[in-house]
């Protein structure tokens, strides 16, 4: 009994001394060996334990193999009845920022600061850095001489494309950099939903799209916006459409406009109590009289309707005057009497004659007029 409580305290301790050293080490990079491969987990030895490596947490393109060496994130560290318990990632984004700290002393430094990351892990990543000193090229600083420090990086993470790219406060030229290595024509923001609608050349389109989308997705994430490609021919035809639906809209609102001013009836005028002069044009009103005073009654006010009167004093020409068109008998009259023929005997003959003295004294009366 003695026996089994010693060794059960010496595990205990053991436990506890694993446990306070690594988890001091979380959030941190590690190197270990790969031990054995159990339904899809890697377990990986890191020298006093063993960490687990899940499937979620593997990249996809890499193949591992017992006795392979590897650098490992390791993400979390947990206290458990079996002794401690840690897990490793190989595809988180803290991984590469680890990496780099590694290989470039200026972010160790903290002379070059990495602002952001997007990391499709085994795929392509997109990093973000600035400069903290005045003199510093923090992408020749990342690179290297002739690229060495970032193909250690791309090695190590088994052939991952990384872009190093420089960071700016003014968003639409991070967004433009982001963007690379498509050129981009312009770019517009709407700050209200985070939008960025960026216009690039039309054979550039796939470019700036890339493979499934992976492009764009990944300077959407490293930016933070969300970003909306168009291609330089769709974007002016927008504008044009914009345009037409900017006038039709104008003329619309013009239309609606006079149609309401055309259907807006007409103010009554009040008319004051005080008499006109005939020099108001209004003819039959009476000359001005003197307003009551003391007892009379002052009369109510009243509204009338301006009349339209026949303007009698104009001229009138010959054209205006309505001719009297004879009818067919008085025609026939005039007919019979230029040949010659005597009509004065028939009763028929006397209501033309008739007829033709009415007509005679309409045309009198017009010239008279």
């Not at 239309?255 to 309401?260: C, L, Q």
Request: include cysteine.
């Amino acid at each position: 009994t003695a026996k089994q409580v010693i060794l059960q305290r010496l595990h205990e301790a053991e436990h506890s001394a694993i446990f306070e050293e690594y988890a001091d080490k979380e959030d941190d990079i590690i190197t270990g060996l790969v031990q054995r491969i159990e339904s899809g987990q890697t377990f990986v030895n890191l020298g006093k334990t063993e960490a687990i490596l899940p499937v979620s947490e593997q990249m996809r393109t890499e193949r591992y193999r017992v006795g392979q060496r590897l650098k490992v994130y390791i993400m979390q560290v947990a206290q458990t009845t079996k002794g401690p318990r840690v897990v490793v990632s190989r595809s988180h984004p803290n991984l590469l920022r680890r990496l780099f700290e590694l290989e470039v002393p200026e972010v160790f430094s903290g002379a070059v600061e990495l602002k952001s990351i997007a990391r499709e892990a085994g795929y392509r990543s997109k990093v973000a850095f600035a400069a903290r000193q005045e003199g510093i090229d923090p992408v020749g600083c990342c690179v290297g001489l002739r690229g060495i420090r970032i193909q250690n990086i791309v090695n190590e993470l088994s052939g991952e494309k990384i872009d190093v790219i420089m960071w700016s406060p003014d968003h639409s030229v991070f967004i433009t950099k982001a963007l690379s290595p498509a050129q981009i024509l312009s770019v517009t923001l709407n700050n209200e939903g985070r939008i960025a609608t960026v216009v690039v050349p039309d054979r550039q389109l796939s470019l700036a799209i890339g493979r499934e989308g992976q492009n764009a997705r990944l300077a959407a994430k490293l930016t933070g916006w969300r970003i909306d490609i168009k291609s330089a021919s769709v974007a002016e035809a927008e504008k044009v459409a914009e345009a037409k639906l900017l006038i039709d809209t104008e003329e619309k609102e013009e239309v609606a406009v006079e149609t309401a001013i055309e259907k807006e009836p007409l103010a009554e005028i009040p008319v004051t109590t005080e008499p006109l002069s005939e020099s108001a044009g209004i003819p039959g009103d009476e000359a001005a009289k003197p307003t009551p005073t003391g007892e009379e009654a002052t009369p109510p006010p009243t509204f009338f309707e301006p009349q339209v009167t026949e303007d009698t004093s104009r001229l009138r020409f010959a054209e205006e005057i309505p001719l009297s068109i004879p009818t067919k008998p008085g025609t026939k009259s005039k007919k019979k009497k230029k040949k010659g023929i005597h009509v004065k005997e028939s009763a028929e003959d006397g209501i033309r004659i008739r007829k033709s003295h009415r007509e005679s004294e309409a045309t009198s009366e017009d010239e008279e007029y």
